[in-house]
């Protein structure tokens, strides 16, 4: 199984840690946005969109990329986020998102978030808050919802 894995982490590097980790248990290839090359995506078996949050959305960058993307016949995706606050689920960050990548023909399954370190404005007067974050459980949670989703589009028996 092919896996690529695309990544927006500006700000303290949290959601690239857990990109780290779902790329290493997928063995997949891990790249940033501008580092696809988007006719070569329907070579994958598997893409993972992921985002630290900003301002209640995935990171323009990534959006820029969804937006290049070509139309695609249902090639298995899932997204993952890291964030200050959890997500709230009238006022979700992931929902736009998600919908963009369902837009150019992907099959979106499941979502993983934990959060991450957060310094923004005021916060890290006092060194931010979720300090730790993403930690040693956050990272497993993030390998065991890789390997769920790997399993949802391959059978265990099946992979390697
Ligand atoms: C400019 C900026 C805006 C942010 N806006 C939000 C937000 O709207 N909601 C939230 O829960 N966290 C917000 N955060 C916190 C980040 O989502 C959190 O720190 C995340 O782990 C950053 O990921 P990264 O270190 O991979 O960039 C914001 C952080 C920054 C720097």
Not at 31 to 54: A, K
Not at 87 to 114: H, K, M, N, Q, T
Request: hydrophobic share 40%.
């Amino acid at each position: 199984m092919k896996a690529l894995i695309i990544c927006v982490s500006v700000s303290n590097g949290s959601t690239r840690r857990v990109a780290d980790r779902m790329a290493e248990v997928l063995s997949a290839e891990l790249v940033e946005p501008e580092g696809v090359d988007v006719d070569q995506i329907t070579q994958y078996d598997l893409v993972g969109f992921g985002s630290g949050v900003y301002f209640m959305s995935a990171h323009p960058r990534l959006w820029r990329l969804v937006c290049r993307l070509p139309h695609v016949e249902g090639i298995p995706a899932f997204t993952f986020f890291t964030s200050g606050a959890a997500e709230l689920p009238l006022v979700g960050y992931s929902r736009p998102i998600r919908w963009g990548i369902a837009r150019r023909g992907f099959r979106v399954l499941d979502s993983y978030s934990c959060r991450g370190l957060d310094t923004v404005g005021p916060l890290g007067w006092v060194g931010g808050v979720n300090k730790g974050h993403p930690n040693d459980d956050d990272l497993d949670a993030a390998a065991a919802f890789a390997i769920r989703v790997r399993n949802q589009i391959r059978p265990p028996e099946a992979a390697s």
